[in-house]
């Protein structure tokens, strides 16, 4: 069965510095990644996914992630935290690609930029 | 930019109670799907839905859940007889599905929180 770690309940960081939230999965077969966000009384925002190719995927908001097949995870970088980067952030996997596959999330780590 | 809604925000019931909660997801979409998050949990699968019919539900999804899409557009979760457990926040999701990879892609609705009391 497919699983997804997020270790992290919490990650604070200052404004500007770089973040770095991470997630580790589980899955028999290819592992398809996705990162979402939440805000305050907003739904699941897609911020990125891998499928295949390069390990490093860029998505929105500046926000990239790389995908280590060998340590299973896939964490979430952005070389620059800005104070509306704070939000809580889900990362998940699916096992594969029909349309009925569904997501599996991490419990998901809050994000705190501190001005 | 098109996006998935759902109503009504907040839903108050009382136990054994009937619930349905609605969604309308993006009109070009066939992929259909519920999530719940109980407070303080992981986001969980419950139902996926295509062509009218139930394609994969977990073991979360028993008798007292039931999906339907009435209509063209909106796409509902009923909750049959409401226990204090059901208390999450329910998020449905939408996929266009219609070719590739990169159509299976989630889009998901702000949630319906609902407080069984």
């Known amino acids: 069965a497919q699983s997804v770690a997020q270790p992290e309940d919490q990650v604070n960081v200052a404004e500007g510095n770089p973040l770095t939230v991470k997630c580790t999965y589980s899955v028999s077969g290819n592992p398809y990644l996705f990162w979402y966000v939440q805000y305050p009384n907003r739904g699941l925002q897609f911020l990125l996914k891998?499928?295949?190719?390069?390990?490093l995927v860029k998505g929105s908001y500046g926000f990239e992630a790389e995908f280590n097949k060998s340590q299973t995870s896939f964490h979430l970088k952005k070389p620059s935290a800005l104070v509306s980067d704070s939000a809580l952030y889900f990362c998940?996997?699916?096992?594969?690609?029909?349309?009925?596959?569904?997501?599996?999330f991490g419990k998901g780590t809050r994000l705190s930029v501190i001005a | 930019e098109p996006e998935v809604t759902q109503t009504p925000s907040h839903q108050v019931t009382q136990m054994g109670q009937e619930v349905i909660l609605r969604c309308v997801p993006i009109?070009?979409?066939?992929?259909f799907y519920w999530y719940r998050q109980i407070l303080g949990q992981k986001v969980e699968f419950l139902v996926s839905f295509y062509n009218n019919e139930i394609s994969e539900k977990s073991e979360i999804f028993d008798d007292q859940f039931s999906v339907e899409r009435p209509d063209g557009s909106n796409f509902t979760l009923k909750i049959r007889s409401t226990k204090l457990e059901d208390s999450a926040m329910y998020f449905c999701a939408s996929s266009e599905g219609a070719s590739g990879i990169s159509s299976y892609e989630q889009y998901f609705g702000p949630g319906t929180r609902l407080t069984v009391t």
């Open positions: 009109s070009n979409h066939l992929y």
């Open positions: 891998y499928i295949t190719g390069d390990n």
């Open positions: 998940a996997v699916r096992a594969g690609f029909s349309g009925n596959t569904p997501l599996v």
